[in-house]
């Protein structure tokens, strides 16, 4: 029976890799990427909307379903699914972030069509009793106490909440004990309803496959997804907060300490001067904080740069764990670097080191199917295309030294910098004054 489909796009064009695209008349687009030397083929189903999307009475409902679809459906228990999965021998996983949702499952190229009706049953077909409710209730809360127990989650959390104050972005992804303790099976089923819908999910797949037979499965299994209304999702650029944030918790044995400023949007033009800025601030072993801070002066075992991007927004953060007496001069090196990066440009050497770690990691991602399809949903959430690695890396090489300092200079302002400190931080004080660079 051939495949009933609205639009079918071929994206190889001007690549080597055989990625096509198909939307079905539900408004499902299914993306894959046949990889035939692979044993394996990996699929996932990518909800767009994430902890960001939830109204701040049911923050975390988002993470709270992710969970529950594995508790069971119509037609299997939460035992029947792990038994499945493990008799052909694959990997089923989740994750909930701030914009998105992805449920996947990873097999050998045999099992594609067992695979396929498990991870199209939990997302079609979860059923949210009140009983696996309360239990995985109780899960979550536990979840939520340890990562608060986690002195280098909550750093960041603590931080996020005040960087973006008061707006969905700063809530928490697992979110309160309060909200999570008022779900119940209508909110959860109303949620899910207004989220899990053609138009607001992306079914990506890479491996050993071919498109339309893959294709005509995934419409077999999700052609009882009705179309439904198509309500967008709005958002908010949300303002950002530079605070400075002393949070004192005796018990730590360490100051964990998270320095960032607002950086570009995730499809911003910058974005790749973004990436090779934060490569040579902190983003490896040869960079210059890790050199810096902890080679040259042995003042930090962990120490690191991190950009976190998003639809209209995103940080660029450094992150360290450091004794107390030794968090001033660890703060002032790092301020001293951020001053470098605005006051001279990097050198050749340094922007190259980064562009071939920068290619380098594209490149090796390449060789696993898990990777692949996460890029292509990514790339078609966020972008509505495809990028070829060759494109890319025609980005990644256009970034001039020059570029990278102006850069700098736009985002290292001590007006935009904001800061929190975590730990048993006795009498410690930090002025705005403190966070000169």
């Keep these: 029976m051939p495949v009933a489909v609205i639009e079918e796009t071929d994206l190889s064009r001007g690549t080597s890799r055989n990625i096509r695209k198909t939307i079905l008349p539900n408004g499902l687009t299914v993306l894959t990427e046949s990889v035939p030397h692979l044993r394996s083929v990996s699929m996932g189903a990518w909800i767009a909307s994430g902890s960001r999307d939830e109204a701040p009475e049911i923050n975390g409902i988002s993470h709270f379903i992710e969970h529950m679809v594995f508790k069971g459906t119509t037609s299997r228990s939460a035992k029947q699914i792990a038994r499945e999965v493990d008799t052909i021998g694959g990997n089923l996983d989740a994750f909930t972030s701030k914009e998105m949702v992805c449920f996947n499952i990873k097999v050998l190229d045999e099992q594609v069509a067992p695979a396929l009706d498990i991870l199209a049953d939990l997302v079609l077909h979860p059923t949210f009793t009140p009983e696996e409710l309360n239990r995985e209730l109780g899960v979550i809360l536990e979840e939520i106490k340890m990562d608060e127990d986690n002195p280098d989650y909550l750093v960041n959390e603590i931080f996020t909440q005040n960087f973006w104050k008061g707006a969905p972005l700063g809530r928490p992804i697992l979110g309160t004990k309060r909200t999570v303790s008022g779900f119940n099976q ?10 899990f819908t053609p138009s607001n999910m992306v079914f990506s797949a890479a491996g050993n496959l071919d498109h339309d037979t893959f294709v005509a499965q995934v419409e077999e299994q999700f052609r009882s997804l009705a179309a439904g209304t198509d309500n967008p999702i709005s958002r908010d650029c949300p303002a950002v907060t530079p605070h400075i944030t002393l949070r004192r918790k005796k018990a730590l044995e360490q100051v964990q300490l998270c320095l960032g400023v607002p950086a570009p949007r995730v499809n911003d033009p910058d974005r790749y001067a973004v990436y090779l800025l934060n490569s040579m601030l902190g983003g ?13 002066r042995g003042l930090a075992y962990s120490i690191f740069s991190e950009v976190t991007p998003f639809r209209d927004t995103g940080s660029l ?20 670097e951020l001053s470098r990066l605005k006051e001279e440009a ?22 696993s199917s898990s990777s692949r399809m996460a890029n292509l949903a990514r790339q078609q959430m966020y972008f509505g295309r495809f990028f070829g690695v060759d494109e890319i890396t025609r980005e990644i090489d256009a970034v001039t030294p020059e570029s990278v300092q102006t850069l700098a200079q736009r985002l290292f302002t001590p007006d935009a910098l904001a800061l929190t400190l975590l730990g048993n931080l006795g009498g410690m004080k930090i002025e705005r004054g403190d966070l000169s660079c």
């Design 317 to 336: 953060c450094v992150y360290a764990g450091i004794a107390i007496d030794k968090t001033r001069q660890v703060l002032e090196l790092t301020l001293r």
């Design 186 to 195: 209508q909110v959860l089923f109303d949620f899910y309803a207004s989220r």
């Design 346 to 367: 990097v050198s050749d050497s340094e922007l190259k080191r980064a562009k071939d770690q920068m290619k380098s990691n594209i490149i090796l991602g390449l060789e």
């Design 284 to 296: 490896g072993m040869s960079s210059r904080l890790f050199q810096t801070i902890r080679e040259d």
